[in-house]
């Protein structure tokens, strides 16, 4: 069982938005603004989307957008495109360990 | 451009040591700062850290794992090696090689392009 926790799956249609969500606790998520998230596609290594809860790497398409409430953060992806189907994971730094944790993914489905 | 390969057996029977090698270019891990680490990923499952080496030795581990795991690395070679003890079926994964910052608290931002270790007798 993974520490944080997110849905299994989420859909959206073409050009509509969806948002992604990753609960944690005050020992994680909530605790501190490192939160990432990592888009997945088969077969292939995770890609760094937003790291410290709302930044966006070099060359990563602004219509990918992180956030924060408490223990839950959130990712955001605006104008769905059939491109953006894939397996999100969120990740956090954790007091309860040398070594951030995982949540436990994500499928997106572009219908 | 910063670049990471996994190296390693494809196949480990159980009860086996298995030693995977990342070899990295585009940054070196004398750099005050840098990391680099091992995330794994069974098959359909999700991703979970083993352990990062930083630019001064220090060394992390999964807690879960920390009793199998050693980490090392050979800056001359532009190498870091992981070896895990007592190898599971359970362990059949998918092993990344990951490049992190101690700014960054862990997040990587690039990564190997991953090594299929399957574990079977």
């Known amino acids: 069982q993974s520490a944080l926790t997110q849905p299994a799956s989420v859909s959206g249609s073409p050009g509509q938005s969806i948002t992604i969500s990753c609960t944690g606790t005050?020992?994680?998520?909530?605790?501190?603004?490192?939160v990432s998230w990592y888009q997945q596609h088969p077969g292939k290594a995770p890609k760094l989307m937003i790291y410290?809860?709302?930044n966006r790497p070099s060359g990563v398409s602004n219509r990918f957008s992180g956030s924060k409430s408490g223990n839950t953060a959130s990712l955001t992806i605006s104008g769905l495109q059939a491109e953006d189907e894939a397996d999100y994971y969120c990740?956090?730094?954790?007091?309860?360990?040398?070594?951030?944790?995982f949540g436990g993914g994500t499928k997106l489905t572009v219908l | 451009q910063i670049t990471l390969k996994e190296s390693g057996p494809t196949l480990v029977k159980p009860t086996q040591t298995l030693t995977l090698t990342c070899t990295f270019s585009?940054?070196?891990?004398?750099?005050?700062?840098?990391?680099v680490g091992w995330i794994r990923q069974p098959p359909g499952k999700a991703l979970e850290w083993l352990a990062l080496?930083?630019?001064?030795?220090?060394?992390r581990y999964s807690p879960s794992l920390k009793s199998r795991l050693t980490i090392t690395k050979d800056t001359s070679k532009n190498q870091v090696v992981l070896t895990m003890t007592n190898m599971d079926p359970v362990d059949t994964a998918t092993y990344y090689c990951?490049?992190?910052?101690?700014?960054?608290?862990?997040?990587?931002?690039?990564w190997g392009q991953g090594t299929l270790v399957t574990v079977s007798s």
């Open positions: 990951a490049h992190s910052t101690i700014a960054a608290a862990g997040t990587v931002d690039y």
């Open positions: 585009g940054f070196s891990l004398s750099t005050s700062g840098v990391g």
């Open positions: 080496i930083y630019w001064d030795d220090d060394k």
């Open positions: 005050s020992s994680d998520v909530g605790g501190y603004n490192y």
């Open positions: 410290d809860v709302s």
């Open positions: 990740s956090s730094y954790t007091s309860s360990s040398t070594l951030e944790v």
